[in-house]
């Protein structure tokens, strides 16, 4: 048996093979072309092809392993010849001019993701056959397989790292859980594992061999260790605590439906984080209020281009709709810093998280900027948008932004578009600077949501996706506490509300004290909703109040 240990980001207990993270995927880009009927022919011969091989593949499995577990060869044969797919091929290689290979990879995105929204079983599964017989399509349009395994099952996933864009394109139901050679506690690699509430340790260092590729393993993400080839005794073990996570799971269910109440009757709205449409599920699986942070930047990292007015339109109405009339707190834009994109074409920064990033990067280019304004607020109408910024720094910022603003309402009004005129605007607070002047703030917007991790990031000077100077980052400092209390103090004067969106939020160490300060809204990932249900509905806090927050001030 061998045990690595590295630093736990998420608890649980994940058993299953090792499956090592490799990059050679297949890149496809868009090309313009001029012979579109040539391209349908260059489809069609690949499609073909695709058959052929799945027909081969189908009689060999029927002799291995019967008629029930070959038939979903058969079923993958006859989706290729399915007249929609084919149809929304063909249409978008004459409409956009563009390339077979581009075609068939944004059916198969578009195709996959209807068919996972469906609350169905059986239909989810579908989704994941699309985008099966799409890479055997492209296989063939490129002569290039990506040397990539084809394999069925879930798996514990190993890498070195895993940038945030990598982690979200991951094919969540096929992870145990993930287990990284280097990584920040306080990365969103991190926290996006969070969201997805798997298993994820961090910095095993280099004893994580890509040799293990294919053995059984044990991750404790408790303890920050993974256990390689596990001995009989220890692997029983596992067992039980895996058994006993899933009984306290089960437990907490109980509090489905149940209000986010004190024994003394203070109310708090608890709210969901989440990445993109697919984790609306998880939201309403965990019974969250609404969603308290929409992190619109991962609609950009799927993309090899610029995502249209449209594409956003049709996710944020999406999300509007499957939350019936319950809050939705989307964020525009937060790239740079960790979340690098190729075709955004970012200049080499040497300390990127006090760059270009996020509002500034929308204040200076406005047509990216405006084209996300005008999707969130066409889809306004279909629910309870709040529109928030992120990385504000000064007064005059979000007065700029409130100008683009109403340019795009002026813009939709004169298009005869509709749109909700109520619609409230916020802002993260996120910086020192725009927690001193959160006084000023609270005079231009509807709330503030404060965004935890880069708060504590810029105040202690500590760059969060530093592993070596992990052990300095300290959530809990009272600097920390003291602004998130004069951020409370400074909304509530002026009658806005304020949330926290930040890690700090799940954390229940500090539940009871966010709760004294008179925190409005606690926005988390989907897995912690329960756990802070039940830790909410434990707390007496009015009579020890004025004591919690001496503790602070």
């Known amino acids: 048996m061998i045990t690595l240990q590295g630093k736990g980001v998420f608890g649980g207990i994940a058993i299953g093979k090792i499956s090592f993270f490799t990059r050679e995927e297949r890149k496809i880009k868009r090309i313009r072309i001029e012979d579109t009927k040539n391209e349908i022919e260059r489809y069609t011969a690949a499609k073909d092809a695709a058959g052929e091989e799945l027909g081969k593949i189908y009689e060999k499995a029927l002799q291995e392993v019967g008629e029930s577990n070959a038939q979903i060869f058969e079923i993958h044969r006859m989706m290729l010849e399915d007249q929609d797919y084919n149809d929304s091929v063909a249409n978008i290689i004459t409409t956009q001019e563009v390339n077979a290979e581009y075609a068939v990879a944004i059916t198969s995105d578009n195709f996959s993701q209807m068919f996972a929204s469906i609350d169905d079983d059986y239909m989810k599964e579908r989704a994941a056959d699309v985008k099966d017989i799409s890479n ?12 990539q395994k084809e394999k069925a099952g879930k798996f514990i996933i190993c890498a070195d790292d895993l940038a945030p864009s990598e982690t979200v394109q991951l094919d969540k139901s096929a992870v145990l859980a993930f287990v990284t050679k280097a990584g920040s506690a306080n990365s969103h690699t991190a926290i996006l594992a969070r969201t997805m509430n798997i298993p994820a340790i961090i910095g095993v260092g280099e004893g994580l061999l890509s040799s293990y ?3 059984m393993a044990v991750v404790d993400g408790f303890d920050g260790k993974i256990y390689i080839d596990p001995e009989e005794e220890l692997l029983a073990m596992m067992e039980r605590r895996q058994q006993e996570e899933e009984e306290k799971r089960r437990l907490l269910l109980e509090l489905k439906g149940k209000e986010n109440v004190t024994k003394d009757g203070q109310k708090i709205k608890v709210y969901a984080n989440i990445g993109g449409v697919d984790d ?29 007015e449209e594409l956003q339109f049709a996710a944020y ?28 074409q970012l200049a080499h920064e040497e300390n990127p998280a006090m760059g270009f990033r996020a509002i500034r990067i929308c204040l200076e280019r406005k047509a990216v900027f405006k084209t996300q304004l005008r999707a969130l607020f066409r889809a306004s109408v279909y629910g309870k948008l709040c529109i928030m910024f992120p990385m504000i720094t000064a007064v005059e910022e979000v007065q700029e932004v409130k100008q683009i603003v109403e340019e795009v309402k002026q813009e939709l009004k004169t298009e005869g578009i509709p749109y909700r005129e109520q619609t409230e605007i916020g802002v993260m607070i996120e910086t020192p600077a725009a927690v001193m002047i959160s006084d000023l703030l609270a005079k231009e917007v509807d709330f503030f949501s404060i965004g935890t991790n880069d708060l504590t990031q810029y105040t202690l ?10 052990r300095f980052y300290r959530p809990h400092h009272q600097a920390i506490l003291r602004m998130i209390h004069m951020v409370a103090e400074n909304a509530h004067k002026e009658g806005k509300w304020v949330g926290i969106c930040g890690e700090l939020g799940a954390d229940l160490s500090l539940t009871e004290k966010f709760l004294a300060m008179g925190i409005d809204e606690l926005s988390v990932s989907p897995p912690m909703i329960l756990p802070l249900r039940e830790k909410i509905r434990s707390l007496t806090v009015a009579e020890k109040r004025d004591a919690l927050l001496n503790e602070i001030l």
Do not use: C, W
Request: proline share 2%.
């Open 213 to 215: 590729e294919g053995r």
């Open 317 to 344: 109405k999406k999300v509007l709709e499957s939350m019936s009339g319950k809050d939705v707190v989307i964020r525009t834009l937060d790239i740079g810093a960790d979340k690098q994109i190729d075709y955004f």
């Open 461 to 470: 000077a500590i760059d969060r996706q530093n592993p070596q100077i992990d």
């Open 136 to 147: 055997r399509v492209l296989k063939h349009l490129t002569g290039n397989d990506g040397e």
């Open 280 to 308: 609306v599920a998880a939201a309403f699986v965990n019974d969250a209020g609404g969603i308290g942070l929409f992190r619109s930047e991962f609609l950009y990292l799927k993309q090899e281009n610029y995502p249209d």
